[in-house]
């Protein structure tokens, strides 16, 4: 599985909550102005953490990006990769 980039805000290395909102507005600017795509979530209390690549919608570079799915959806792809899929043996992509 491929790894993206990650940047993780914590709390506890700012004085107050709002730097560390400051610091992030920065950096999500940052990347958007530089063609990247992120998702962002709330892992904990104060604890932010983006996960970033190129954006393969403005020049393809071969990045992962993100895409949303419905757990059937996701069950579907995992009943694919199963090693015992017959379906797969032939496959021009084998880990699809």
Not at 2 to 22: I, L, Q
Not at 87 to 95: I, L, Y
Request: glycine share 2%.
């Amino acid at each position: 599985m491929h790894k993206v980039n990650e940047m993780v805000f914590t709390a506890d290395r700012y004085e107050t909550v709002d730097e560390m909102w400051e610091d992030i507005k920065r950096f999500i600017k940052l990347l958007l102005s530089n063609d990247y795509t992120m998702v962002i979530r709330d892992d904990d209390v104060d604890i932010i953490v983006i996960e970033y690549e190129h954006n393969e919608l403005v020049e393809p570079w071969g990045c992962a990006n993100p895409h949303w799915l419905t757990e059937e959806e996701a069950y579907s792809i995992e009943q694919l990769n199963k090693p015992d899929n017959k379906e797969n043996e032939d496959s021009e992509f084998p880990f699809l």
